[in-house]
């Protein structure tokens, strides 16, 4: 078997195995904090943060089969402890738009190591992440300026996120994901 993958791994397929796990753990946190927002009869937070956390998983699984399309040995990594306790209803959002924050810093950093090595194909892989980061820290602090907005009164983030689509715009562009998009 070990014949079958010869690619050399490069920075930046180094830094894109490094992203696998930064987007699966980026789901898994996404699920504990729609775990938390369950367990505090919050359904419509709870609902939106359960498809952050697939589209999340989506992104490692999009990471996992350009990788594999690449003809590169794919590692599927342990992640890193998620937070599962806050203070109230604003911290979880907060701290999901510091994550997207994170994220876009490293899709940039990705851009630049493919550019720099020559890396065409895989500066033109990367652009669609960076576009999906614009929408991703847009539609995370519209919600947390909401959450800010209604002043603790929960309900009225929920009758929000009710009615307004926040992040649920299907992007048929996204690049293949391993195993297919769930």
Do not use: C
């Not at 959450?147 to 009615?163: I, T, W, Y």
């Amino acid at each position: 078997m070990s014949n079958l993958k010869r690619s050399p791994r490069s920075k930046f397929y180094e830094l894109i195995q490094a992203q696998i796990r930064n987007e699966f753990h980026a789901s898994q946190q996404y699920v504990a904090v729609a775990v938390w927002y369950d367990g505090k009869d919050l359904p419509q937070l709870a609902r939106h943060f359960y498809r952050q956390a697939l589209e999340e998983r989506n992104h490692a699984m999009a990471l996992v089969q350009y990788l594999l399309d690449t003809d590169h040995h794919v590692e599927i990594p342990e992640v890193p402890q998620v937070r599962n306790d806050f203070a109230d209803i604003r911290e979880p959002v907060a701290l999901a738009l510091a994550q997207e924050r994170e994220v876009e810093a490293d899709f940039v950093q990705l851009a630049k190591v493919a550019r720099d090595e020559d890396d065409f194909t895989g500066a033109e892989f990367v652009r669609w992440f960076l576009k999906e980061q614009v929408e991703e820290i847009s539609s995370m602090k519209r919600l947390l300026n909401v959450v800010d907005m209604a002043k603790g009164n929960v309900f009225d983030v929920e009758q929000f996120l009710f009615r307004e689509s926040v992040g649920d715009e299907d992007d048929s562009t996204m690049p293949p994901v391993a195993g297919g998009k769930l």
